[in-house]
């Protein structure tokens, strides 16, 4: 009995020492873990570079990686420096050609409001001074119902001279003036001035710009403050030249001398050939001879209607004037003769300022003009485009020829025809005598 009693306790204590060492053990290992973190936050700790150069020592390429990064290193700085330079040069144009282009559509908002005023005098004086000429003219006509030298008489002379007087003085003023003509200035003027805004916003969207750019723009803009005056007094323009001229509303401080060739051995380059340029100089000529020439005359004739018809509006306002004067005088013979003079040069007075102001001429004349001034800008374009000998500094001449295209209202087809015209008269005829521009 003492022999089992021996064992159990034996094998009781085997196994509680067993369990017990094990327990031992968890314990052990549960109060050691935490020793394992720090060496785990020492590793994390390890710098990048040298876990890099670790491996590249292991690799063998350590002095390549250090030569590498050395240089980049160095590089950095000089880099961000002249990138921040650009920067601030191409931001600091982008403000003045943002302010340029805001003058310019502060401008074209003057110009339209202005036109629209201007345009308003003309209806309202013609209005105006039609009224008054037909009311003096049919006063005269009374006075010859009006019996003796009496009070009504009287009233409806002095009245008619009155009027006549008024007449005269204010077609004078509208007459020098030519509100017509000053509106379609200012219509001009606000479309030109809106059409350098879009080209200063295109510039801003495609492409750099640079100081050449705002310069140019700002060019423009005190160009067509000049050709487009707004105040009246001191600053209008002649509107009875002695000499017609086209239009100018472009800077003219770069002149050429002529169309020579560039340079000759870098024809292809940049949309650019012998051939395209040939064809641009026979457009050149087919403007001068056709187009400008043809505007020109036609600003002539205009200029000639209107000036006979402003000189006779206040002639016969006058003679109506001195007519009336003479209705009711001592001389019985005298008296039908001034009645007639007083009735109907008043109503050729109002017809003829009807067909001056009312058909108006002097809008003619300057659009005429100003028609004109765009084929010379047109030639002076091509020009300055040929004269320029480096062709990469050229506008790309397949754009240049399009937008010439469109500018004369002509497709690609249509227009190396008309240049093919003037190479070879025989063989196209009459093709030669057409105008360049389909537009006007």
Aim: charged share 20%; hydrophobic share 40%.
């Amino acid at each position: 009995m003492a022999a089992p009693a021996l064992q159990a306790s034996s094998f009781s204590r085997s196994s509680c020492s067993s369990s017990s060492c094990h327990l031992g053990r968890e314990i052990g290992a549960t109060l050691q873990a935490p020793k394992l973190r720090p060496s785990r936050l020492t590793l994390s700790r390890l710098p990048a570079r040298d876990l890099v150069e670790e491996l590249n020592l292991r690799s063998g390429h350590n002095n390549t990686t250090t030569t590498t990064t050395t240089t980049i290193t160095e590089s950095k700085p000089t880099d961000i420096t002249r990138d921040f330079d650009v920067l601030k040069s191409n931001s600091k144009v982008v403000a003045e050609l943002y302010a340029v282009m805001e003058a310019a559509a502060d401008r074209a908002e003057m110009h339209t409001n202005i036109g629209e005023q201007r345009d308003y005098w003309n209806h309202l004086l013609l209005t105006s001074i039609n009224a008054i000429t037909l009311t003096a003219a049919t006063m005269v006509g009374l006075t010859a119902t009006t019996c003796g030298t009496g009070a009504p008489l009287l009233a409806l002379k002095l009245s008619s001279i009155l009027l006549y007087s008024a007449a005269t003085g204010m077609l004078v003023v509208m007459n020098k003036i030519q509100p017509s003509q000053l509106a379609e200035e200012q219509r001009n003027a606000a479309r030109l001035f809106k059409q350098l805004q879009r080209e200063i916003q295109t510039t801003l969207a495609i492409g750099t710009p640079t100081e050449r750019d705002v310069k140019d723009a700002m060019d423009k803009v005190l160009a067509l403050d000049r050709a487009y005056p707004l105040p009246l007094l001191g600053a209008m323009l002649d509107k009875f030249p002695a000499t017609v001229e086209p239009a100018v509303w472009w800077p003219q401080q770069q002149q050429q001398k002529g169309l020579g060739g560039g340079n000759r051995e870098r024809k292809g380059s940049n949309g650019w050939s012998a051939k395209l340029e040939e064809e641009m100089r026979q457009i050149v000529g087919v403007l001068k001879r056709k187009d400008t020439e043809e505007y020109v005359r036609l600003s002539k004739l205009a200029l000639k209607v209107n000036k006979t018809l402003a000189i006779s509006g206040p002639l016969l306002t006058g003679l109506a004037a001195v007519g009336s004067a003479l209705v009711g005088s001592a001389s019985q013979d005298q008296v039908p003769w001034a009645i007639f003079l007083g009735v109907t040069a008043g109503a050729l007075a109002a017809l003829v300022n009807t067909m001056e102001h009312g058909g108006q001429i002097g809008m003619v004349f300057e659009m005429y003009r100003s028609n004109a001034g765009f084929f010379r800008l047109m030639e002076e374009s091509i020009g300055s485009t040929l004269k320029e000998r480096d062709v990469e500094k050229r506008e790309n001449g397949e754009l240049f020829e399009m937008k010439l295209a469109l500018k004369l209202g002509r497709s690609l087809t249509e227009l190396r025809y008309l240049t093919a015209s003037s190479f070879s008269p025989k063989r196209y005829g009459d093709a030669t005598e057409e105008f360049a521009s389909k537009l006007f």
